[in-house]
Nanobody, 124 residues
């Protein structure tokens, strides 16, 4: 199995920044697409960003495009989500996920492994 562990969440004021990390146990990480999703209280889990195995291709939800950057360092078995200009609407539990497909995907059901989540809270 693949284990994913998120970190970097916390409390930040509106307009601030956070950098989330996702460490994976899989060493051949370049073979797998990865993504970030989030879930706020009372809402469904929604797509945030995705990245292909090589890191060349990236995808963003319209709600975060221009404010977040997804990246990965396969040598360190780690994926990142840099978030800037944070808004209270960004408050949610953020999950990283790994897909057996190499291209990356915006759809949650295509992902095979999920982390436990990290809380991001943005105060107004």
């Amino acid at each position: 199995q693949v284990q994913l562990v998120e970190s970097g969440g916390g409390l930040v004021q509106a307009g601030g920044s956070l950098r989330l990390s996702c460490a994976a146990s899989r060493r051949t990480l370049s073979s797998y697409g990865m993504g970030w999703f989030r879930q706020a209280p009372g809402k469904e889990r929604e797509f945030v960003a995705a990245i292909s195995g090589s890191g060349v291709s990236t995808y963003y939800a319209d709600s975060v495009k221009g404010r977040v950057t997804i990246s990965r360092d396969n040598a360190k078995n780690t994926m990142y989500l840099q978030m800037n200009s944070l808004k209270p609407e960004d408050t949610a539990v953020y999950y990283c996920a790994l897909d057996f497909g190499v291209a990356g995907s915006t759809r949650a059901y295509t992902y095979n492994y999920w982390g436990q989540g990290t809380q991001v809270t943005v105060s107004s």
